[in-house]
């Protein structure tokens, strides 16, 4: 699967991210916790290979690059472009691959709910929206690696609850290795298999989600903060 050897970013004379190796055995969401600064973004930057850096990303012992895997973004902003409508939105990418499917295409965004939203552009559409439109073209192209920065962090509580059910619905049908950077506990309890708890560019700790309840929550974030 997805693996880091080695990984290292500077931004001039600071160290961002030092020697970090990790391995991502699973089709599962990996949510990347820790407090500002500690290079969260950073990380997901790298493996997108938005930003330089030193070591290696590897995808099935191959060099992960842009250009020979298929790696979708969902950034909190989601990135959607103005002046095309959601449909060319969404299409694009895979247009660009020569690999669009319009049935594909009609059937995951029927399974999210926006395929009644085609002709419509962004700015006339709701928040929720545009997060559900994000998520359809993130997973037409069928990613190696799905990557959330922030995704849902824009969203008021009500709508982004939803939005994470409709995420979580998808990710079943359509299973993928994710990584997640979120400053929410609560949502990565919500929506991830495994919480890694960064500090300092380093991943300290691994945790396996226990699936507990919603009661369990609060209890669950206090010691996680207690980690940071």
């Not at 902003?77 to 002046?83: C, E, M, S």
């Not at 969404?90 to 002709?119: Q, T, V, Y």
């Not at 009500?158 to 079943?172: D, K, M, P, S």
């Not at 700790?205 to 919603?214: C, F, I, L, Q």
Request: net charge neutral; with cysteine.
């Amino acid at each position: 699967m997805l693996h880091l050897d080695n990984l290292s970013v500077s931004y001039g004379a600071k160290n961002i991210i030092s020697g970090l190796s990790y391995d991502f055995n699973e089709e599962a969401v990996y949510a990347v916790v820790g407090k500002s600064g500690s290079g969260k973004s950073t990380l997901m930057k790298a493996v997108a290979s938005i930003v330089p850096h030193q070591g290696r990303v590897l995808w099935n012992g191959e060099l992960l690059t842009p250009k020979t895997h298929r790696i979708a973004l969902v950034p909190q902003t989601n990135g959607l472009i103005p002046w095309k409508t959601v449909a060319e939105n969404i299409a694009l990418p895979s247009m660009l691959r020569g690999e669009w499917d319009e049935n594909a295409m009609a059937e995951l965004c029927a399974e999210l709910g926006i395929n009644h939203l085609f002709k419509e552009y962004p700015h006339h559409i709701s928040g929720g929206e545009r997060q559900r439109v994000a998520m359809a073209r993130a997973f037409l192209i069928n990613p190696h690696v799905l990557l959330l920065d922030e995704a849902f962090g824009a969203l008021d509580a009500i709508t982004r609850e939803e939005v994470h059910r409709v995420f979580l619905r998808a990710f079943r049908r359509h299973p993928v290795t994710t990584l997640m950077v979120t400053h929410d506990i609560a949502e990565a309890l919500t929506l991830a298999r495994y919480l890694l708890i960064f500090r300092e560019g380093r991943i300290v700790e691994t945790m396996k989600n226990p699936s507990a309840s919603p009661a369990d929550i609060p209890i669950l974030t206090k010691e996680i903060k207690e980690k940071l």
